[in-house]
């Protein structure tokens, strides 16, 4: 588990205090964002989730942010893939504007909300996936399900069934204990939010924000932070994803599910930073990241078109830190499909 503990980290860290937001798309501010836009689709049962589509085109490409993930995480990418085809990007049930579910944010419950929204707003199959982090297991599980579906896949640094299982009793140990102080930090703000004593003015430790956000952006995060449903689907994400010294909830469902996805283009991208935590020996570390790799090495062997590359100079938001490498694999991947579509006319 440490090392989806320390992506956990590494990835809700900063996206708890607004730190990887600053900068992200100003020449967009005049117009404003059209990320932080609200488009509400019922999916059934009296449910809404929240997609936002830009550009024009075909394949369409989906976009699946990670645990704690929210719109402005693919600032930086949005302009450039809605260049060259449609871009569709959406919140999980409780994030964002999308309504909460009753049920709990395992990988199955997940991709049945997608199913159903890709189904209602009238998504183009197959279409692209392109998920970071959480949302790659996420976007893997879909694939499996759904094969059909899905034309090709970006997966930016994603998480897989089986990345903890070679882990030492003493790593699981330190890993629970991280893993336990972040559980109650979460429930800690859920709780706060529900009662209403998260604001702006008061966060009470749980979220800032960097000097100079546009007006739009700060008020989009502020939404954010201050929603309790969205507190809520972090913690069962983050349960659902983690489980010392077995395989969780989402690994078993995507293991169940795993196949070939015979001759799909897929990309996956490895972050090239990963630093050495305090506690953490050197050796520890190199086995980590040999580790991480190898199983996104694994990921991509799944697809006979699979590559697999280390991103340099990025940590693990690669579309924040290097965004031009993940929309270079975006792109090469929208025209491999658009090429194959083509031959088989």
């Known amino acids: 588990m440490t090392r ?22 100003h020449a967009q501010t005049e117009a404003g964002n059209p990320l932080t836009a609200d488009h509400l689709i019922p999916i059934g049962s009296g449910r809404q989730m929240n997609m936002v589509c830009t550009g024009h085109g075909s394949p369409t490409v989906v976009f699946e942010y990670g645990l704690g993930g929210h719109m402005l995480n ?23 504007s999308s ?20 189904e209602k707003a009238g998504i183009g199959k197959p279409f692209v996936l392109a998920a ?10 879909y694939t499996d399900r759904f094969p059909s579906q899905v034309a ?24 629970q204990r991280i893993y336990g102080n972040s559980q109650a930090a979460l429930a800690r703000c859920a709780a706060l939010a529900h009662a209403h004593l998260l604001s702006a003015v008061n966060p009470n430790g749980c979220f800032s924000f960097p000097a100079g956000l546009p007006p739009n952006e700060r008020d989009y995060l ?32 995507e293991q169940r599910a795993a196949t070939s ?22 050796e520890e570390h190199q086995k980590n ?32 830190d290097q965004p031009q490498a993940v929309i270079e694999a975006i792109e090469k991947v929208v025209t491999e499909v658009q090429a194959d579509r083509a031959n088989r006319r």
């Not at 693919?74 to 964002?96: E, H, L, M, N």
């Not at 309504?99 to 709990?104: A, D, K, L, Q, V």
């Not at 896949?153 to 790593?171: G, H, K, N, Y």
Request: one cysteine or more; glycine letters at 6%.
């Open 74 to 96: 693919w600032a930086k990418v949005q302009p450039a893939i809605s260049a060259i085809t449609r871009a569709c990007f959406y919140d999980r049930a409780g994030y964002g």
């Open 132 to 141: 970071h982090s959480l949302g790659g297991l996420y976007a893997t599980f």
């Open 152 to 175: 090709g896949l970006v997966l930016i640094d994603p998480s897989f069934a089986r990345q903890d299982l070679d882990e030492t009793a003493e790593e699981q140990t330190r890993a």
């Open 261 to 282: 996805w015979g001759n799909k283009p897929v990309i996956v991208l490895t972050a090239g930073l990963a630093p050495k935590q305090p506690d953490q020996s050197e």
């Open 222 to 253: 502020i939404r954010q932070f201050l929603n309790p449903f969205r507190w809520d689907a972090m913690l069962s994400e983050s349960r659902n994803l983690h489980q010392a010294g077995a395989l969780s909830e989402d690994e078993q469902e």
């Open 4 to 25: 989806k503990i320390r992506r956990l980290l590494s990835f809700l860290s900063p996206l708890l205090l607004g730190l990887r937001v600053s900068s992200m798309a």
């Open 99 to 118: 309504e909460p579910s009753s049920r709990p944010m395992t990988a199955e419950n997940v991709t049945n909300d997608l199913y159903w929204l890709i």
């Open 289 to 320: 990241m040999a580790h991480w790799k190898a199983g996104h090495d694994k990921l991509a062997a799944r697809s006979t078109h699979g590559e697999s590359i280390a991103v340099g100079n990025a940590s693990h938001t690669i579309q924040l």
